[in-house]
T-cell receptor
């Protein structure tokens, strides 16, 4: 089946430092899956951070970026300078175009940003 | 923005009892999903529901599970009877009809089966 592996947390960084959360995927049933990063801020529900549906493309949102790399089957999330408000749990996920089987999620990476 | 509401946030029941988890999806959404997350594990897809029917389900969607959305009201997940291994957080999600449209998730309902 499909699977997603991401950086094991918790990850602790200082404000204004850079952050990278690694994500690799295995999509045995989908040739070109759609790739996502979801985020859960404290006290809030899971929400979409960014998505990329075409291999080789980059997605960006709120200063975060991730590039869909088909060769290395990776979709790492990066931010050059984090803020305290970026403290959250980040989930990498993959899915088909029509979401027929929903999304396959990674375990999540808890990130804590300290001032 | 649009919200998916799940009521209640925590439910505690005795093994063998029936439980119904309620989800109020985003208005005008057409596709509905349930996910299950056991503590320390990944969120896992349970079921996809559209136009009154189960479209897809995973092997986690046991015979004791059922879903419905009577008269466009709550989208519900019923477990009857419950087992200890059903203890988990259950997340509801919904989306509109456009292909590739994103999923909106609820906060989850924590189910504790004693």
């Amino acid at each position: 089946g499909d699977s997603v592996t991401q950086t094991e947390g918790p990850v602790t960084v200082s404000e204004s430092e850079s952050l990278i959360i690694n994500c690799t995927y295995s999509a045995t049933s989908i040739a070109y899956p759609n790739l996502f990063w979801y985020v859960r801020y404290p006290g809030e529900g899971l929400q979409l951070l960014l998505k990329v549906i075409t291999a080789g493309q980059k997605g960006s949102s709120r200063g975060f970026e991730a590039t869909y790399n088909k060769e290395t089957t990776s979709f790492h999330l990066q931010k050059a300078s984090v803020q305290e408000s970026d403290s959250a749990v980040y989930y990498c996920a993959l899915g088909r175009n029509n979401y027929a089987q929903g999304l396959t999620f990674g375990l999540g990476t808890r990130v804590s940003v300290f001032p | 923005g649009p919200k998916v509401l799940q009521i209640p946030s925590h439910q505690i029941i005795d093994m063998g009892q029936m439980v119904t988890l309620n989800c109020d999806p985003v208005s005008n959404h057409l596709y509905f999903y349930w996910y299950k997350q056991i503590l320390g594990q990944q969120m896992e897809f349970l079921v996809n529901f559209y136009n009154g029917k189960v479209m897809e389900k995973s092997k986690l969607f046991k015979d004791q599970f059922s879903v419905e959305r009577p008269d466009g009201s709550y989208f519900t997940l019923k477990i009857q009877p419950t087992a200890l291994e059903d203890s988990a957080v259950y997340f509801c999600a919904s989306r509109g009809h456009i292909s590739n449209e994103r999923l909106f998730f609820g906060h989850g309902t924590k189910l504790s089966v004693l």
